[in-house]
């Protein structure tokens, strides 16, 4: 009788735990998603600013570079922290004042301003979509029917009528796998807390390659000198 609901216990449990290994890693994928699309948001939006005329194109882009730098070195920090961020909003509520005050002139204009707009509509949306995930994980009363069922599962192993060596074997193989799979579960629930955690990287991808200073270097000295010879030769 403890072996038949020993095997009856052991099906439900497993499937338990099961969907929530599914539930956490898919869920841990999607705010992994939702961290790429602000990247890419970013990145695009950087490119429209390109299409403003001076001085407005150059104000917003130092504004976007400025926000995604706080970004990676502010938000994240907090963020591992289980604390949601309150800087960025002010930030971007500054970069759509300075949206606000552009008035197009040219038709061409008109369609980078809209483009504009959308970017930046997007961006406001997969960053909600971001901090309202900061502390997402399961609710604690699953943890405690994990707790409770894996407690259970020892207790009806230990009342199997088996010599010691067969009992420490299958009790040693069955905590590895409960312990293995609770573990899994547990560093894949709050994607932004832990060891194994959702970071910047797609953020710092889209600053390092797609947000570049269009400022021109200084010319070397020995170049200016050249220019300089050739410009008085006759």
Known sequence: MVG???????????????????TTYQNFFNIKDIVDKEASSMA???????GYPQPIRRHLQDQLREHARL???DDWPLMKNGTVPPGGTERLNSMAQT???FE??????????????????????VRRSRLANVNAGLP?????????????NIMLIWMQDMERHVHLILGGVLASILGAVIFLIAELDNP???????GPDSIELAYKTGMKDE????????TLLRRQTTAGAP
């Open 4 to 22: 038949i609901a020993l095997s009856s216990f052991i099906v439900l449990y497993g499937l338990l735990l099961g969907l929530l290994a599914v």
């Open 215 to 222: 400022t021109p270097a200084p010319l070397p000295q020995s």
């Open 104 to 125: 197009p002139s040219k038709e061409s204009e008109k369609i980078i301003d809209a483009e504009a707009f959308h970017q930046f509509n997007n961006l406001l949306e």
């Open 99 to 101: 949206l606000y005050t």
């Open 71 to 73: 970004t990676i070195d």
């Open 44 to 50: 695009a939006l950087y490119r429209d600013f390109s």
């Open 192 to 198: 932004f807390r832990g060891e194994v955690s959702i």
């Open 140 to 152: 604690p009363v699953l943890w405690w029917v994990v707790a409770f069922g894996a407690l259970l």
